[in-house]
């Protein structure tokens, strides 16, 4: 550790001169904080279902990726929100049924990308939770998937906010985020729903296609004959097309909030499921590869785009009871949609919705796991620099450090860099992350900022 000749730089966390944190380190940097709250949006995307109160912050959805990475908010700390929604495959799972800590989910994973840019507010594919900060907390709280139920032998929710008080990055992190170290569900939902809307994905070659022309309908560029053929396909409605943009709305893609069942109501395991309404984003149903991120539907009962297309092809006649249907896949008579495509048509949808995929958010790191191979996170507190001493009169001087905004430090002084004092036990960073108080250099050589954990 440097030590200058009037002053010494230490942290409980990490050292001033660690090193610059990396994907896959397991150091984050809280003196830097990644972008997450002014990320570039493309001008034709207009939904956003933020509610008011919860807009993303750097700070909050840095928690709120901790949150989400970490096991230690399963039972028995062998599940996390990313075991079941992964980087690498759009945040969903190519199991059909993720592995929870009692068992199997009863849904495919959903795909989160770009679950920010939608009008529909409501999540889960039954629409059962009313805004994402509902939804966020309601698979720890689930028997099966992560444990906190309360009922079944399992430990109360009430439980897991215990356990995560005694945390020591935790009582940083909601410090950082929130002012003091209190930590509740409400806090909990607001940092992990934070994350997920920042996950976003704008360069697709739609979205290279679409900045160069003055609307969708008209042919992109650097798309080949096959794929603007599938692109009207998709916009225009039926006879002529296909109709996909009645639900999934252009450049979202996001799914019409009125929108009903679309005819898959199969249970996995076997049985019927009329409740599901819901739909991730049409974007990156393929990874950058054009390898599948999953199954599709609810129920992953559709390995491929083949068989997506050929689903709303010729919708299967809706058994007795299925009201639900979508009346945009019915057709008089008590009939479905029968859209008759020829395999040139279905080839040239699939190729248009393989330009719906990024690259750049199955590898940015600011959506990565922040812990280590080992499971373990270090947070630093201090930037990997110097303090510095202002002198502001002979005797006097203002000692000033670059920190975390909104972290509260002891300045302390010491004449012989063994027994330290405390000068002044609250100097809080303020919203820049400056951190600064007046001293006397009459009696003491050295000073320094310390940050001490609070249980």
Same mark, same amino acid.
């Given at each position: 550790m440097k030590i200058s000749p009037l002053f010494v730089l230490w942290t409980t966390l990490a050292s001033c001169l660690a090193p610059i944190a990396k994907a896959g380190d397991g150091v984050i940097d809280l003196t830097s904080l990644a972008n997450y709250a002014d990320q570039t949006v493309p001008a034709y995307i207009t939904r956003n279902n933020t509610p008011p109160g919860n807009a993303i912050t750097d700070k909050g959805a840095t928690l709120g990726r901790v949150l989400f990475y970490d096991k230690r908010l399963s039972r028995n700390d062998s599940i996390s929100c990313s075991s079941c929604h992964q980087q690498a495959h759009a945040f969903s799972d190519t199991a059909t049924a993720s592995t929870g800590v009692n068992g199997t989910t009863g849904r495919h994973s959903m795909r989160l990308i770009n679950a920010r840019f939608a009008q529909e507010v409501r999540f889960f594919w039954d629409e059962r939770a009313t805004s994402l900060e509902n939804q966020t907390t309601q698979p720890i709280r689930d028997h099966a998937e992560m444990g906190f139920s309360g009922a079944n032998g399992d430990p109360a929710f009430s439980e897991l906010l215990v356990k995560l008080a005694a945390i020591e990055e935790y009582r940083v992190l909601f410090t950082m985020t929130f002012g003091n170290s209190t930590i509740t569900e409400a806090r909990v939902q607001q940092a992990i729903s934070q994350f997920i809307r920042s996950i976003q994905s704008f360069d697709s070659r739609f979205d290279a296609g679409r900045v160069q022309v003055a609307n969708a309908n008209t042919a992109f560029p650097n798309y080949t004959a096959q794929e603007n053929a599938g692109k009207q396909l998709f916009l225009a409605p039926p006879p002529g097309g296909a109709g996909c943009a009645g639900c999934h709305r252009p450049g979202e893609f996001d799914i019409d909030p009125a929108s009903g069942n679309n005819g898959v109501i199969t249970k996995i395991g076997g049985g019927t499921d009329l409740t599901n309404t819901r739909s991730p984003s049409l974007r990156d149903l393929v990874g950058p590869g054009g390898q599948s991120n999953g199954a599709f539907m609810h129920d992953g009962s559709l390995t491929s785009l083949a068989q997506v297309v050929e689903h709303y092809n010729a919708i299967p006649n809706p058994p007795d009871g299925n009201t639900?249907?979508? +009346?945009?896949?019915?057709?008089?008579? #008590?009939?479905?949609?029968?859209?008759?495509?020829?395999?040139?048509?279905?080839?040239?949808?699939?190729?248009?919705?393989?330009?719906?995929?990024?690259?750049?958010?199955?590898?940015?790191?600011?959506?990565?796991?922040?812990?280590?191979?080992?499971? #373990?996170?270090?947070?630093?507190?201090?930037?990997?620099?110097?303090?510095?001493?202002?002198?502001?009169?002979?005797?006097?001087? #203002?000692?000033?450090?670059?920190?975390?905004?909104?972290?509260?430090?002891?300045?302390?002084?010491?004449?012989?860099?063994?027994?330290? #004092?405390?000068?002044?036990?609250?100097?809080?960073?303020?919203? +820049?992350?400056?951190?600064q108080h007046s001293v006397s250099l009459t009696n003491s050589k050295f000073y320094r900022y310390a940050y001490v954990v609070t249980p």
């Open positions: 639900g249907l979508d +009346n945009r896949l019915r057709r008089p008579g #008590n009939q479905t949609q029968n859209l008759n495509l020829t395999q040139p048509q279905k080839d040239s949808l699939i190729a248009f919705l393989r330009t719906l995929t990024g690259s750049a958010v199955y590898t940015d790191a600011r959506w990565s796991d922040p812990f280590d191979d080992q499971g #373990n996170l270090t947070l630093i507190v201090f930037p990997p620099t110097e303090i510095a001493i202002q002198k502001t009169a002979s005797n006097t001087a #203002n000692v000033i450090c670059q920190a975390v905004p909104g972290l509260s430090y002891q300045l302390q002084s010491s004449t012989d860099l063994v027994n330290w #004092n405390s000068i002044v036990a609250t100097v809080t960073a303020d919203l +820049n992350g400056l951190c």
